[in-house]
T-cell receptor, first 115, second 117 residues
Framework: SQTIHQWPATLVQPVGSPLSLECTVE??????LYWYRQAAGRGLQLLFY??????ISSEVPQNLSASRPQDRQFILSSKKLLLSDSGFYLC??????????????FGPGTRLTVL | DQQVKQNSPSLSVQEGRISILNCDYT??????FLWYKKYPAEGPTFLIS?????DKNEDGRFTVFLNKSAKHLSLHIVPSQPGDSAVYFC????????????????FGQGTELSVKP
């Protein structure tokens, strides 16, 4: 069976510090990978998605970047965090060749607080 | 521009009664819709889905209805249980794209359901 891991579970960082959140998927190959953010009281906002190693699409202009160095590894980064980067970050995966039916499976999330 | 909207931020229901969660969308090209359930500090879990060729899909206590002309879908939970208390997100899939373009989901803001014993 497939599992998705995210770490760390919680993180408190000062403004201006760097960020690295990691997501890995097990039990599947060549998944589509996604990073979402849920800000307080808001819905899920898609930040990045990737259809393969080194292939990253950005959905919204922001202070963050993403990388996919390996097939089942997805990393969210920032060089300098802003207060507005606080939120709950979720990684998700889906089967690549699923046609129009794109059920996504989510990881446990990382709670980021920028002070 | 919010393409998927859940206009009720919260809903409170008595145990054993029906819970009805609503979702509206604006893009008539959406062809697949999903409901996710989310507990605090956890990732969303997939609940039920429906494609645009159907108007109803049922799975145990959960039924999703799709009204394409009204661009509206709803999730019915019958009977509601205290363990159903969570935030429910509806999501829509963008029009069919080649698999190598990612197949993105557009989420609503969520509705927090509280089922009281």
């Amino acid at each position: 069976s497939q599992t998705i891991h995210q770490w760390p579970a919680t993180l408190v960082q000062p403004v201006g510090s760097p960020l690295s959140l990691e997501c890995t998927v097990e039990g599947t190959s060549n998944p589509n990978l996604y990073w979402y953010r849920q800000a307080a009281g808001r819905g899920l906002q898609l930040l990045f998605y990737s259809v393969g190693i080194g292939q990253i699409s950005s959905e919204v202009p922001q202070n963050l970047s993403a990388s996919r160095p390996q097939d089942r590894q997805f990393i969210l980064s920032s060089k300098k965090l802003l207060l507005s980067d606080s939120g709950f970050y979720l990684c998700a995966w889906s089967v690549a060749a699923s046609g129009p039916y794109n059920e996504q499976f989510f990881g446990p999330g990382t709670r980021l607080t920028v002070l | 521009d919010q393409q998927v909207k859940q206009n009720s931020p919260s809903l409170s229901v008595q145990e054993g009664r029906i819970s009805i969660l609503n979702c509206d969308y604006t893009n008539s090209m959406f062809d697949y819709f999903l409901w996710y359930k989310k507990y605090p500090a956890e990732g969303p879990t997939f609940l039920i889905s429906i494609s645009s060729i159907k108007d109803k899909n049922e799975d145990g206590r959960f039924t999703v209805f799709l009204n394409k002309s009204a661009k509206h879908l709803s999730l019915h939970i019958v009977p509601s249980q205290p363990g159903d208390s969570a935030v429910y997100f509806c999501a829509a899939s963008e029009p069919h794209r080649p698999y190598n373009q990612g197949g993105k989901l557009i989420f609503g803001q969520g509705t927090e359901l509280s089922v009281k014993p």
